[in-house]
């Protein structure tokens, strides 16, 4: 940059780029996996980069990025991991940054399967996923080849190639979702040639070997006050709250709307279901996720930011939680509260908050089992009304039919 402030116009536009970053308010989290990680490269070798990185990060093994989720992700090159990478990299930028404005804060997160020497499973592709206070931007990237012959041109150019597309691809979605100048998304810089091979938008992209689809999920301001901890509860629908079946719902199944309908007839409630955002160790479900999950019911639906059932009877006393065999069994679990005691507590303050469940069978431990079959402490049996085999056996489940 020159003395004035503006930019020379004969600086390399990787620099350009990065400082106009860098002079933004934008601050945030990188967690990058799979041949994204030369826009680390550029960032930090950037003057200025301790105004933009907060922190980043290359979680390449299968367990790096298992403990950065919270869990093993269904497939480690696909869309929801990265856009859960670009929530887990968000939440993560709050806490470094407790008295930034939100509104200037986002978390990224990509994943990608590029050509290697080794025959690979897949198409060759990345997923690119950034996360604000205001929206969910995600992007895929396919790249062309994909076949052993081409993956042996692992080292020369077809991984130099598929890594400088996915390096603009990367600075393209950051900066239309951060809303940078546009010759930025453009992959180009005023009076600077892009570098040749650099796709710069959809078109550029498939000249050079690679297509690109991207979707920008804005959030209703409620859904940005659930995501920041300013509300926990949000009703899709009119409803009293006082029949409420809480799932992931991932997807919704027939067994969901089995329960309900029972449920109702049992307790002469209107049900609706209850969609929580917040997970235990888990991150936080991006715009684009609640939009396709809520999306799958008809009847009213709770989103709310209640991880735990204890916090869930807080906000909802007085309601019946119509719940699974392994739902009511992990709520008996003392290692949910850090030992028997605390487990004891939050069983009374169940109780006396008045709420209770109507518990469904599952298949546990190779076979169905219902209420009868569990030993569970008599201070929550007391809580619980049973559903017999007779009346519901259904033994299908959300990850069965993810095929996880």
């Given at each position: 940059m020159i003395p004035?402030?503006?930019?020379?116009?004969?600086?390399?536009?990787?620099?350009?780029?990065?400082?106009?970053?860098?002079?933004?308010?934008?601050r945030g989290v990188l967690h990058i996996t799979g041949g994204g990680a030369r826009l680390l490269e550029e960032l930090l070798t950037t003057p200025g980069a301790s105004a933009t990185v907060l922190e980043a990060t290359v979680p390449y093994a299968e367990s790096a990025l298992a403990e950065l989720?919270?869990?093993?992700?269904?497939?480690?090159?696909?869309?929801?991991?990265?856009?859960?990478?670009?929530?887990?990299?968000?939440?993560?930028?709050r806490r470094l940054a407790p008295l930034a404005d939100p509104a200037t804060l986002f978390g990224l997160g990509a994943t990608a399967s590029l050509a290697t020497g080794r025959a690979k499973r897949g198409a060759q592709r990345a997923h690119v996923?950034?996360?604000?206070?205001?929206?969910?931007?995600?992007?895929t990237v396919h790249f062309s080849g994909g076949g052993r012959a081409e993956t042996r041109l692992v080292g020369s150019r077809a991984r130099d190639e598929q890594e400088a597309l996915l390096l603009d691809g990367l600075w393209r979605e950051l900066a239309v979702a951060l809303d940078l100048p546009q010759w930025v998304a453009e992959g180009t810089?005023?009076?600077?040639?892009?570098?040749?091979?650099?796709?710069?938008?959809?078109?550029?992209?498939?000249?050079?070997?690679?297509?690109?689809?991207?979707?920008?999920?804005?959030a209703p301001e409620a859904w940005r006050e659930l995501i920041l901890g300013h509300r926990t509860t949000l009703a899709t629908q009119p409803h009293d709250g006082r029949l409420l079946l809480p799932g992931?719902?991932?997807?919704?199944?027939?067994?969901?709307?089995?329960?309900?309908?029972?449920?109702?007839?049992?307790?002469?409630?209107a049900g609706a279901y209850e969609l929580s955002i917040a997970n235990v160790d888990k991150p936080l479900l991006d715009y684009a996720e609640i939009a396709h999950r809520l999306a799958q019911f008809e009847q009213p639906v709770w989103l709310t930011r209640l991880p735990t059932f204890v916090e869930k009877a807080r906000a909802f006393p007085e309601?019946?939680?119509?719940?699974?065999?392994?739902?009511?069994?992990?709520?008996?679990a003392p290692r949910y509260y850090g030992g028997v005691s605390g487990r004891d507590a939050a069983l009374a303050e169940l109780r006396d908050l008045g709420v209770s469940f109507c518990v469904f069978g599952r298949s546990l431990e190779g076979r169905f089992q219902v209420l009868d079959d569990l030993p569970l402490p008599p201070l929550l049996r007391a809580l619980c009304i049973g559903v017999s085999a007779a009346e519901f056996n259904d033994p299908i489940s959300s990850s069965a039919l993810r095929g996880g």
């Open positions: 004035d402030g503006s930019f020379d116009t004969n600086a390399d536009e990787p620099l350009r780029r990065a400082q106009l970053l860098h002079q933004s308010p934008w989720l919270g869990r093993r992700p269904d497939q480690a090159c696909a869309a929801p991991t990265a856009r859960a990478m670009a929530m887990t990299a968000f939440q993560r930028a996923a950034i996360q604000t206070v205001a929206a969910t931007r995600e992007a810089t005023p009076n600077v040639p892009s570098r040749s091979g650099a796709g710069a938008g959809a078109g550029a992209g498939a000249r050079s070997g690679a297509r690109s689809t991207a979707t920008t999920t804005h992931a719902f991932n997807p919704l199944h027939h067994g969901h709307e089995r329960m309900l309908t029972l449920a109702e007839a049992r307790t002469g409630r309601t019946v939680f119509a719940v699974g065999a392994d739902t009511i069994e992990r709520i008996a």
